[in-house]
């Protein structure tokens, strides 16, 4: 498989997969989009623009976090952590293999605000929680890097050991729950974002110590069901899709994918060849679920989940799998049956034909991005996929992709992009900035 590089600047069919959401899929409720697949599937965005051309608008947000925003409306929500008060000694984190972890120095406050989509205007500021973080996390996270979820009329933001949170529109609390503390591997920090069912939440706590997955009534916070797992941390997204006519909740983690009933928490099939470190979120059409990571060993796998029950790996559930090139930070995009995933984090996208893992036309080199850790979306007949640096390259969804456009933005930048009707919503370190056609 060549790696070849997209150069020049050249010249829908719909996914369905029932979330229960309900709200327009001209919306992006979470993080990956009102499919879960990084698809705005009937948005026409821009696809050129600068610090200084089609920029709407841009906020100065309060706080740190590269948790996606969330746009239900005439609503954009994001979370934020800020630190605040005097500083204090200096403290790392004490897990086995600490490394590259910022240092805690200073209490923080834990936010959720709500930003007028067509002004920018800040409409509310809530803080859920304020506490002096255990742990400050890797140097490249946030303390607040899993997104919200909305169903149209309220919010669900997790903020992981500091708290879950159900606020309505308004920014009132209707109910929270807390977990205990998480501890995670080389105390790199949280991550994982919680996912939505119609009245259900689903949060999965991989970490170093008793790992878990819970459901969640939407209604009044009370646990539907909890289930123990075997794997230790991941920051994965669980997945909610329809199997057989069902409802279950893939969930990616060190070693194994595992499938869960949404209803009764039964583990209904699971498959090994994974590896530790789990950060890509599953994305799934057809009842085929692809699934990705790379860290000690790279595996990329497309498990035909239909009639799936018990312990499928290395069986014909299988039904291709690739140990090159994998995703790591990123999750991958599924576009109107093209799979697009990054290397590691790495500036090197695969477009392969899912349904097959046929390349389509394999791995290419984007030239103009160094390292990437939002995860590409698409719109428009586009792959928007946006590096640290804050630069994002347009290509083209076609067998033999070419670049549209490169934008420098001027900003860091590690969220995932939002993308709905004309306009982007893109966070940086700093501001929250809204493209479209001026």
Request: glycine letters at 10%; a negative charge; aromatic letters at 8%.
């Amino acid at each position: 498989m060549g790696s070849r590089r997209i150069g020049g600047l050249g010249a829908l069919a719909f996914v369905v997969l029932i979330f229960g959401l309900p709200v327009s899929s001209a919306d992006w409720p979470q993080w990956r989009g009102p499919h879960g697949t990084g698809v705005a599937p009937h948005a026409k965005p821009v696809t050129e623009w600068s610090s200084e051309k089609n920029i709407r608008w841009k906020t100065r947000l309060s706080g740190r976090g590269h948790s996606t925003p969330i746009v239900s409306g005439n609503h954009i929500f994001v979370t934020a952590a800020m630190p605040i008060g005097p500083h204090l000694p200096p403290r790392t984190s004490d897990r086995p293999g600490a490394h590259d972890n910022l240092p805690v120095t200073q209490r923080h406050r834990f936010t959720v605000t709500a930003i007028d989509r067509n002004s920018g205007e800040v409409q509310w500021e809530k803080t859920v929680h304020e506490s002096i973080p255990r742990e400050g996390a890797h140097y490249t996270a946030s303390l607040a890097s899993a997104s919200p979820v909305t169903d149209g009329n309220r919010l669900y933001a997790s903020f992981g050991s500091y708290g879950l949170y159900c606020l309505d529109f308004d920014g009132n609390i209707l109910w929270q729950k807390h977990f205990g503390q998480m501890h995670t591997k080389h105390g790199h920090g949280e991550g994982s974002s919680p996912a939505l069912h119609d009245e259900t939440l689903v949060v999965n706590w991989d970490h170093e110590e008793s790992s878990f997955i819970v459901a969640i009534d939407t209604q009044s916070g009370n646990i539907r069901w909890r289930r123990d797992r075997a794997e230790v941390t991941s920051w994965s997204t669980p997945l909610i899709t329809n199997v057989d006519g069902a409802t279950q909740v893939i969930v990616c983690g060190t070693d194994r994918v595992r499938g869960y009933d949404l209803e009764t928490g039964e583990d209904v099939w699971q498959c090994g060849g994974m590896s530790a470190n789990i950060v890509a979120t599953p994305v799934a059409e057809n009842e085929i679920v692809y699934v990705g990571s790379s860290y000690e060993k790279r595996m990329l796998m497309a498990i035909r989940l239909t009639d799936a029950r018990g312990d499928v790996t290395g069986s014909n559930h299988v039904i291709w799998s690739r140990a090159r090139g994998t995703p790591y930070v990123p999750s991958p995009l599924l576009y109107e049956g093209a799979l697009f995933y990054l290397a590691h984090y790495q500036n090197v996208i695969t477009r392969v034909i899912g349904e097959t893992g046929e390349d389509a036309p394999g791995a290419m080199r984007l030239g103009e991005l160094g390292n990437v850790y939002a995860s590409p979306v698409g719109a428009g007949g586009n792959v928007f996929i946006t590096d640290l640096d804050g630069t994002t390259q347009v290509i083209t969804n076609s067998d033999i992709p070419r670049t549209v456009a490169v934008n420098r933005l001027g900003e860091p930048i590690s969220a995932s992009m939002a993308i709905v009707d004309r306009e982007i919503f893109l966070r940086g370190e700093e501001h929250l900035f809204c493209i479209a056609e001026e």
